[in-house]
Nanobody, 124 residues
Framework: QEPLVESGGGSVQAGGSLRLACTPS????????MAWFRQGADEERGGVAG?????MSMYADTVKGRFTVSRVDGTLYLQMDALKPEDSDMYYC????????????????????WGQGIQGTVSS
């Protein structure tokens, strides 16, 4: 129920970089799992990267080695390097992880709270 505010989107050429930030308001997110998702037109929203309750980083296979997720002073960052046109999507910040032991963090259904989304566009 807390607001999640994303920033840092924009347009870059292939091979360029973007840095996204998600800032929760109203509470400290230092010990809460958070994640970045992305969703293209007519596609399911899927997890890209996140941090668990212990601060461990998680990544989808597609972005390993190119994206880096971190949390600093409660703000979740996503450093996206070596961007490809297929990375062009709306990016969403997620918080409020549900307690589903057998769930996959990359699933939209595993999270309760969402930002409004921010556009990342990669041109070739």
């Amino acid at each position: 129920q807390e607001p999640l505010v994303e920033s840092g989107g924009g347009s870059v050429q292939a091979g360029g970089s973007l840095r996204l930030a998600c800032t929760p308001s109203g509470y400290s997110a230092s010990s809460y799992p958070m994640a970045w998702f992305r969703q293209g037109a007519d596609e399911e929203r899927g997890g890209v990267a996140g941090v668990d309750a212990n601060g461990m980083s998680m990544y989808a296979d597609t972005v390993k080695g190119r994206f880096t997720v971190s949390r600093v002073d409660g703000t979740l960052y996503l450093q996206m390097d070596a961007l490809k046109p297929e990375d062009s999507d709306m990016y969403y910040c997620a918080a409020g992880r549900k307690f589903n032991l057998f769930g996959d963090w990359r699933s939209r259904d595993e999270w309760n709270y969402w930002g409004q989304g921010i556009q990342g566009t990669v041109s070739s």
